[in-house]
C-alpha cells in the first residue's frame, strides 16, 4: 500500500501458500506423478505473491505492529488485510484504552478512534493487531497430534499450531476416533495447545492425524490455482498463443483470456482501490492483447 507506514512482525508467519502442491497436482490432473513437484512448488509460491500483489496486501496471518503518524479524523486504515483481533494502541509510547477504538471494517482494515487519530509528524501512533488469513498451506496432518477429554484440547508437543484467535474454528478430519472430527469452535489457543468448546475424546495413538484450520475464501485460493495453470500449461507455449490443447487431453482446450476473467471475478470483492488499475492490466501482465 501507499501510506507511510512501518510493519514490524510481532510473530513469524506460517503457511504462505494460498493452496497446497496436493490440490495444484489434482487441479492440472497430474494425479500420482511427482516429477514436476518441485517446478509446481515454484509456480504456487509466484502465484500467492500474484493473486496477493493484485489485492494491494498480503493474505497470510501474522501478528504485527504497525507504526504510522496521525493524520487526524476518526478513521484510519491499516496495511495489513483483513484486521482480526486488537491487541494494543500506543500514541508517544503510552498504551491508549482499547475501548476507544474499534474495528470498523476488518476486510478493508479501517481502525476507528473514538477521539480522533491525532495529527504528528513523526510516527507517534502504533497499532498492534492479529491480521490476515490462515491458509491452506497452514492445514496440518501429523503423527504426533493428541486429544484429552480432561480440558477438551488439542495437542502438538512440537508447538506447530498456526495463530488461531478465539471463535474461530479447527476441523478435525482423518486419522481422529470418531468422536472428535468434525468442527471445534476454539477457546483459546498457545502454539502447542489448543482448547475448544466441544467435549473431546482422549485420543493418543499414533495414527496420523489430520487438522484443517485455513479459512481463506475459496475464491483467492481459485485464483491462485488459475494462475498456477496458467504458468503450468504456458510454460512451451509461444505467449502470443491464448489457448492449446493440454497434455494427455487432446479433445479439451486451455482458454487463458477465460481463466484470466475468472481471477478477474475471484478477486473482484477483495481488491483494494488502489489495486485495481492493476487488476485491469491482467491480460497484458500475461501477454495477451
Known amino acids: ?99 476507544s477504538f474499534d474495528i470498523l471494517s476488518p476486510e478493508r482494515g479501517v481502525l476507528v478512534a473514538v477521539g480522533g487519530w491525532t495529527a504528528t509528524v513523526r510516527r507517534d501512533w502504533a497499532v498492534s493487531f492479529t491480521g490476515g488469513w490462515l491458509l491452506p498451506s497452514d492445514d496440518r496432518a501429523d503423527a504426533g497430534f493428541t486429544a484429552a477429554a480432561v480440558d477438551k484440547s488439542f495437542n502438538d508437543s512440537a508447538g506447530r499450531f498456526p495463530l488461531l484467535l478465539p471463535g474461530e474454528w479447527v476441523r478435525a478430519g482423518d486419522g481422529w476416533v470418531a468422536g472428535n472430527q468434525g468442527l471445534h469452535r476454539v477457546v483459546t489457543r498457545t502454539a502447542s495447545k489448543i482448547i475448544v468448546e466441544t467435549t473431546l475424546v482422549d485420543d493418543v495413538t499414533a495414527n496420523v492425524k489430520a487438522l484443517g484450520f485455513s479459512n481463506l475464501p475459496a475464491p483467492l485460493e481459485r485464483a491462485c490455482l488459475e494462475y498456477v495453470k496458467i504458468r503450468f500449461h504456458g510454460r512451451d507455449r509461444d505467449p502470443a498463443l491464448k489457448s492449446g490443447v493440454l497434455e494427455g487431453f487432446v479433445d479439451e482446450t486451455f482458454d487463458v483470456d477465460a481463466a484470466l476473467k475468472r481471477i478477474k471475478a475471484d478477486l473482484a470483492p477483495f481488491v483494494l482501490a488502489e489495486a485495481e488499475e492493476v487488476v485491469e492490466k491482467l491480460p497484458a501482465l500475461f501477454g495477451m492483447p
Not at 503457511?15 to 509456480?43: C, P, Q, W
Open 1 to 99: 500500500m501507499a501510506r507511510n507506514h512501518t510493519l514490524e512482525f510481532l510473530s513469524a508467519p506460517g503457511g504462505m501458500a494460498l493452496s497446497t502442491l496436493a490440490a495444484v497436482k489434482e487441479e492440472i490432473n497430474l494425479g500420482l506423478d511427482t516429477s514436476n513437484d518441485a517446478f509446481l512448488t515454484r509456480l504456487l509460491q509466484k502465484a500467492s505473491g500474484e493473486v496477493e500483489g493484485q489485492l494491494g496486501y498480503s493474505l497470510y496471518r501474522s501478528l504485527v505492529r504497525e507504526s504510522f503518524a496521525g493524520a487526524g479524523g476518526t478513521e484510519l486504515q491499516l496495511d495489513r488485510l483483513p484486521v482480526r483481533l486488537l491487541s494494543e494502541v500506543k500514541y508517544l509510547g503510552v498504551a491508549q484504552t482499547l475501548a
